[in-house]
Nanobody, 122 residues
């Protein structure tokens, strides 16, 4: 499975940005597609996840109510709509795919995209 993340950039606090993760290769309907982020000097943090089949979603506490994860099965793409961005959202965002028993644990994901950088200026 190959994952290609895109959509990062520079945005002012309070603004919005939409990230995309395009999946190719041997994808499975059983996969979970998740977004993680890593800020400078910090550990990688779970952001959001979506079940490829069924569409159930999960969010990290710091982004609930501001971020929305969605999928387009026809395009094999998962998007992360980020609204009301804060400076603390500044990070490199990674998409990941696998069948983890616990969606928030990054070590349970085998497939990772290359990351896309999001910078929120205050």
């Amino acid at each position: 499975v190959q994952l290609q993340a895109s959509g990062g950039g520079l945005v002012q606090a309070g603004g919005s940005l939409r990230l995309s993760c395009a999946a190719s290769g041997r994808t499975s309907s059983r996969y979970v597609i998740s977004w993680f982020r890593q800020a400078p000097g910090k550990e990688r943090e779970f952001v959001a996840a979506i079940m490829w089949s069924g569409g159930s979603t999960y969010y990290g506490d710091s982004v609930k109510g501001r971020f929305t994860i969605s999928r387009d099965n026809a395009k094999n793409t998962v998007s992360l709509q980020m609204n009301s961005l804060k400076s603390e959202d500044t990070a490199v965002y990674y998409c990941a795919a696998d069948q983890p028993q616990t969606v928030i644990v990054e070590s349970l994901y085998k497939y990772w995209g290359q990351g896309t950088k999001v910078t929120v200026s205050s």
